[in-house]
């Protein structure tokens, strides 16, 4: 055993067990500052387990998709969508039967009549009650199947977007959960370097005591501890922001502290390029976006060329049973229109052309503005196919850069570490500068706060990757087992 290592172990047990005071008679009251009084609760700090909830992924998820605002809402936009498709279906497919009642009835007398004139106005109810079918349209050239088609992938495309909204709500927690973890880690690597900084503080401290350094040496210390202090304080506010954006998103109360009892497992992306796009052509929101515009633009195009042409339509015209009541008495009808109760399939044409004035000649401006909506159309259609390829390909370099940056920072961390603690040892000893030890003490604090926001950034891009591919998990991985308990 040297004398050195001697000589380590002695100022160390001296400085937990005792607090100098001869030095105070050199020093100001103001630079006397007990490490404990200024490390005094922050409205930041940790809650203890007691106060916090114990959560991991499996249940923010479950919770998260059953208690958001947004989702329940959703549930509810849902069934209206179901409600206007099946209308439309039925509008479309099948004629109108509708159940309708007329009655009048006359409350007030005739004030200029006489009162023995037999003519007065009867009180008696006049009306009818009855079944009707609407004009029902056999053929109109396509016209009315475009218009259904159009609703109907309208339709489709809302029942994607409310799966797709889902599935984003689904990222968001998965995000947020992971982030939570993600400034906790870096709050304890803030923590660390606070209490290293407090120990240098009491070296040094102890040190000036005993006149072996100068006085600068001291306030350097001490300035190094108290921003190590500021960081640590920032770090427990941005754990506050955190907990609170999980509380929103889970629908939780907004004041809930939280414990995760996972961390984040890193895992690098096995599919290719390729594969992703291949999922995108399929799936990706912003792809079937465009779809859903192009195939409606062409068949309002289709439908306005044929507005614009003198084609018959044919109908049937079922008509009305109807039981009719009045002072005369009460009798039961069939009719298809006055006088008439034969079921009969008319052909009408009714076409307007416009001379002079909006529209164009002829209505060419309808035409010509369907057609350039079509246009229009084709061109974000390409674009955005064009778009995927580009943000997936972006989006797989990033991954892979970040892979990159992630082995690169946790090789960093182990060796700074150790080079960390030798620094230390040397410094106790004599043997380092107090720069050299605060250069070493940052550059392992910036290490480790680098290397948990390298896992987190990985797991962004991946969830982004996974969004705009339009899969809720890759080939072969779930986001759920990306936990290490």
Do not use: C
Not at 162 to 185: D, Q
Not at 247 to 267: Q, V
Not at 423 to 428: E, G, K, P, V
């Amino acid at each position: 055993m040297t004398i050195q290592y001697i000589w380590r172990i002695a100022l160390v047990t001296h400085l937990i067990i005792n607090v100098p005071t001869a030095f105070a008679q050199n020093l100001k009251a103001d630079d006397l500052e007990d490490i404990e009084k200024i490390s005094q609760d922050s409205p930041y700090k940790d809650k203890t387990k007691n106060e916090s909830k114990i959560i991991s992924l499996k249940d923010v998820l479950e919770e998260g998709l059953r208690m958001n605002s947004q989702e329940q809402t959703r549930k509810f936009s849902k069934e209206i969508l179901e409600i206007e498709w099946s209308d439309n279906y039925k509008n479309f497919w099948y004629p109108q039967l509708n159940f309708t009642i007329s009655q009048e009835e006359t409350l007030v007398d005739n004030l200029y009549g006489d009162v023995n004139d037999n003519n007065g106005t009867s009180k008696t109810p006049n009306g009818y009650a009855g079944l009707e079918v609407d004009n029902y349209t056999v053929f109109n050239w396509g016209k009315d199947y475009l218009e259904y088609k159009n609703t109907k992938e309208t339709y489709k495309r809302q029942k994607q977007i409310l799966k797709e909204k889902r599935r984003s709500l689904r990222f968001e927690i998965i995000s947020n959960y992971f982030a939570l973890i993600k400034t906790k880690k870096i709050s304890r690597a803030m923590r660390n370097q606070l209490r290293q900084s407090s120990f240098i503080y009491r070296l040094a401290k102890e040190k000036y005591s005993l006149k072996k350094i100068k006085i600068q040496h001291y306030f350097q210390a001490k300035s190094e501890y108290l921003r190590a202090h500021k960081e640590y304080q920032n770090a427990l506010y941005f754990v506050a922001q955190m907990e609170r954006n999980l509380a929103k998103t889970i629908g939780d109360d907004l004041e809930t502290s939280y414990t995760p009892r996972e961390e984040l497992k890193f895992k690098t992306l096995t599919n290719l390029p390729g594969t992703s796009y291949k999922f995108a052509m399929d799936r990706s929101p912003k792809f079937l976006n465009a779809k859903a515009s192009l195939n409606n633009a062409n068949r309002s195009f289709q439908k306005a060329l044929k507005d614009n042409m003198p084609l018959p339509k044919f109908d049937i015209k079922f008509g009305a049973l109807r039981h009719n009541f009045s002072s005369a008495g009460a009798k039961d009808t069939y009719e298809t229109e006055a006088g008439n109760k034969n079921v009969e399939l008319v052909a009408s044409i009714n076409m307007k052309w416009k001379i002079f004035g909006s529209g164009g000649l002829f209505n060419s401006n309808l035409d010509r503005k369907a057609y350039l909506k079509k246009r229009i159309s084709e061109i974000e259609y390409r674009e955005a196919k064009r778009d995927v390829k580009v943000q997936i390909n972006s989006i797989h370099r990033q991954i892979r850069f970040l892979e990159k940056r992630y082995e690169a920072s946790a090789a960093l961390v182990k060796a700074i570490r150790k080079t960390f603690d030798k620094t230390l040892d040397n410094y106790i000893g004599g043997k380092t500068s107090f720069p050299d030890m605060k250069l070493t003490l940052e550059l392992m604090t910036n290490a480790s706060v680098d290397y948990e926001k390298s896992k987190y950034d990985h797991l962004v891009s991946k969830l982004q990757l996974a969004s705009l591919m339009g899969v809720d998990d890759f080939p072969g991985e779930r986001f759920e087992g990306l936990v290490l308990k």
